[in-house]
């Protein structure tokens, strides 16, 4: 498997790697998984739950000790030099499958599928690439690079997208993402009157994830007497320090009721959901939305907008989705679910029991390997 980024790194792409991962290692398969090491003290490599961790080094550039190297080349040719020596070192052999994991892996993923001769399956997990400098033409180019032989969506809205951008439907499918078994549903805590309500919201910091209008709702709801506090809880990546900085300078001017915690580890995470009276998602897109539906599987109400993604996993329960996404959609949305509690919970407990049926890691792994054994056409 590939993917550019892994444990301790957290994200949707990540949780959808990592479930998967470790879903296939609980069923007897062997996996290994190459990723960077970003810019992390952390192991080159290591084993975590059972799935053989390669980490390569960041891409170096700017060093001065490559100050006379061609950049393209050092931030491309030189990658693909270290995975030969990693992967050589590593004595992985010749894998059944090579699972590529957002569009950055596809191309290594085909490097690498033309250098072992084996299948290559990628997943996309880029919401709205079409954002990104040529981010259109990229998709274009990479769904449709002749050495995949299937991409397999997490969601049908990402298999909408592939199909729009020219993948065929032939060799497309949909094997929707999974929520991590260590996700607990503890018992409902019954609230104390005039506690302050905790917020909760679980997103990388970037735009797309609308963050700071739902600081902004939180900022209302206080102005209107609500005892309520928020916690931002994600990852940031290079493009988006700017509004993790604006989020962070925010949540410093409220005086404590929000706060931001970046990359917590997975006991963090469940304690802070553990401790949240109620889990929002204010994105402005979402191609899934799986810190949603991980909050609904541990016994939370989950509040989100309505983006396609959202809509594809709550769609039957209408009380979770809000309006829209501007400030008065989520504070009204928070508004009148603090008010009727009851409701509210009952709504997120069949909302619960669905998706944990639906996006259990388990039964996802047995349909994923599946297609990888219809591709080898043995045993994966």
Not at 341 to 355: C, F, H, L, S, T
Request: net charge neutral; glycine share 8%; charged share 20%.
């Amino acid at each position: 498997m590939i993917a550019p980024l892994y444990v301790p790194y957290v994200g949707g792409a990540e949780t959808h790697t990592r479930a998967l991962a470790e879903a296939l290692v609980e069923t007897g398969q062997r996996v290994s998984l190459l990723t960077d090491r970003g810019h992390r003290h952390i192991p080159h490599t290591e084993s975590v739950n059972g799935v053989r961790v390669i980490r390569t080094t960041t891409l170096g550039l700017g060093r001065q000790d490559l100050r006379d190297a061609v950049g393209w080349e050092e931030g491309i040719f030189s990658l693909l030099s270290e995975i030969a020596r990693v992967i050589d070192d590593a004595a992985i052999g010749i894998p059944d499958i090579i699972h590529a994991q957002c569009q950055v892996s596809f191309l290594l993923g085909a490097v690498l599928k033309e250098h072992l001769g084996c299948r290559l399956v990628v997943t996309p997990h880029e919401t709205q690439p079409e954002r990104d400098g040529l981010g259109a033409a990229r998709s274009r180019f990479l769904f449709n690079l002749p050495q995949i032989d299937l991409l397999i969506a997490g969601s049908e809205t990402f298999a909408r997208q592939a199909i729009e951008y020219g993948r065929s439907e032939l060799t497309t499918a949909v094997v929707e993402s999974s929520i991590r078994p260590w996700i607990s549903a503890p018992p409902r805590k019954a609230r104390v009157p005039g506690q302050r309500s905790r917020i909760l919201s679980i997103g990388r910091f970037k735009p797309r994830k609308n963050q700071l209008v739902l600081l902004d709702a939180i900022a209302q709801l206080r102005a209107e007497g609500r005892a309520v506090s928020c916690t931002f809880v994600g990852a940031c990546d290079a493009a988006s320090v700017a509004y993790r900085d604006e989020l962070d300078a925010g949540c410093r001017k409220t005086g404590g009721y929000a706060v931001l915690v970046e990359s917590a580890s997975d006991a963090e995470l469940q304690r802070l959901i553990e401790a949240a009276d109620l889990v929002v998602q204010p994105a402005l897109a979402e191609g899934l939305g799986l810190a949603a539906i991980e909050a609904l599987a541990a016994g939370k109400t989950v509040l989100a907008t309505p983006t396609s993604g959202a809509v594809e996993v709550l769609g039957e329960f209408p009380m979770l989705l809000t309006r829209g996404w501007e400030v008065s959609h989520l504070a009204g949305a928070i508004s009148d679910a603090l008010d009727r509690p009851g409701q509210y919970a009952i709504a997120a407990a069949q909302a619960a029991e669905a998706v944990r049926a639906r996006f259990g890691s388990r039964a996802n792994a047995v349909r994923m390997l599946t297609l990888y054994r219809d591709l080898v056409g043995e045993k994966a």
